[in-house]
């Protein structure tokens, strides 16, 4: 069978102006504080995003950061920086319900407002590095060859986010039918209703040809194990009803 490939008129609306292929920016960030290197998730964290020094989200966030250098602060007037929303999204499981209308998705969803400018300060820098490194595997930073060196300092920008404001949006739960299909014996008989966890898993590691450590380090072994069991327990714990007298955290299925 012939395959093609639709396409559409390029218009005004639906042509991506800087990059043919890019049309969003994904970025590797972490939460930290510079000033309060000791705060948690509990307290106020700024978000620190990780970028090539010469893309365009950096070098808008450089101009503007230079420009409003030296201005005195006015409580009126926001914070100093690019506006910029930020949002992640993490699927938890996909719920099969008896009818099409009621199928949805176990998630965890996030939107943040906030100010970003560009980190100029050194030591801020090598911080929010760090913090993004271990973001990916903790500890990893002490586990390599660092400091970076001048020209991957140089080559590497940090935005700084400062949080105005934010959203969150969680569905957890089974299967939420109408009274009509729970009373329907025939389909109930015939459509299986429940839901299906998903969930990350890490796999066996795989060295690099160049490798000479032989065996795997046993930080990166048991941050494997941990990811994974935490990965599948949230998993199926998201599938859970909520407990009689707990709150509910199964918004309408939209």
Not at 72 to 97: I, Q, R, W
Not at 167 to 193: F, M, P, Q
Not at 208 to 221: C, H, I, K, T
Request: charged share 25%; aromatic share 6%.
């Amino acid at each position: 069978m012939p395959r093609y490939e639709l396409t559409y008129p390029k218009e005004a609306h639906n042509t991506v102006k800087r990059y043919n292929s890019r049309a969003t920016l994904p970025m590797i960030g972490a939460m930290g504080s510079f000033e309060r290197p000791s705060a948690d998730t509990g307290d106020v964290l700024d978000l620190y995003l990780h970028g090539y020094v010469s893309s365009r989200l950096i070098n808008i966030s450089r101009t503007k950061t230079t420009t409003e250098e030296g201005k005195e602060s006015d409580k009126d007037k926001p914070p100093a920086g690019l506006p910029v929303t930020v949002a992640a999204s993490h699927v938890d499981g996909l719920v099969l319900a008896l009818s099409p209308n009621a199928h949805s998705y176990n998630y965890r969803s996030a939107v943040l407002f906030g100010y970003a400018t560009l980190v100029t300060d050194v030591s801020e820098k090598l911080y929010a590095m760090e913090q993004i490194t271990n973001s990916v595997v903790p500890g990893r930073w002490n586990q390599t060859r660092v400091p970076p060196n001048n020209a991957e300092m140089q080559s590497t920008s940090v935005l700084k986010v400062r949080i105005v404001t934010g959203s969150a949006k969680i569905r957890t739960g089974n299967t939420h039918d109408d009274r009509c299909d729970l009373d329907d014996e025939s389909v109930l008989d015939s459509v299986w209703a429940g839901v299906l966890p998903v969930h990350t898993t890490l796999g066996e590691p795989i060295p690099a040809s160049y490798n000479r450590v032989n065996a795997v380090p046993e930080y990166l072994e048991q941050f494997r194990t941990d990811f994974n069991t935490t990965s599948l327990g949230k998993a199926i714990e998201a599938a859970e009803e909520p407990a009689e007298g707990t709150k509910d955290t199964h918004p309408k299925d939209e």
